[in-house]
């Protein structure tokens, strides 16, 4: 989840993801013609580094749309938005732990998290508050995969106040 957040260090992040990660290109507080040049930029390593990415709103050259009228990827914060998007290829199960871009959110936890979409026949990936520590702990739970943010970004960057 790309994110105001990482600044200069998102490229490094992009780089550091393995081939057939994924990307959802966020950025919504971004002015317009910046974000549309990220875009780009964005777009060009994950073509070259083979990852998978799509974009919240219409961009060009995106393998599709997070949350829009046809999603490839969704969120889901409990079993009717699940349901709602259960077209999507993955759903994005948020927040499992609490997370500093949601700090007023009800967390969710492990076991509720994974049972929000049972029997929806969508790769189940979760979101908030996640690090390579807690997803060893939570994977056996039925969840494909994970998300983050700020497990990504480098530290000086976490602690930066969300612009």
Known sequence: MTDERFGDAL??????????????????????????RLWLAVRRIATA?????????????ARGEHNGRRPTTAAAHDRR?????????????????????????????PMKAAQIAVGLGVEVIALGGMDARRWRRIRHLGFDGWAAIDAL???????AVPT
Do not use: C, W
């Not at 580094?49 to 050259?61: E, T, Y």
């Not at 349901?83 to 732990?97: D, E, K, N, Q, T």
């Open 49 to 61: 580094r083979r990852l998978f990415v799509v974009a919240v709103g219409v961009m060009p050259g």
């Open 153 to 159: 970004s480098p530290p000086q960057k976490r602690n």
């Open 81 to 109: 938005e699940a349901i709602r998007h259960r077209g999507a290829r993955y759903l994005f199960v948020s927040p499992v732990y609490p997370t500093r871009s949601h700090p007023d959110s009800t967390t969710l936890r």
């Open 11 to 36: 490229f490094a992040a992009l780089r550091a993801l393995p081939p057939g990660a994924g990307v959802v290109f966020r950025h919504h507080a971004t002015a317009p013609r910046e974000r549309q």
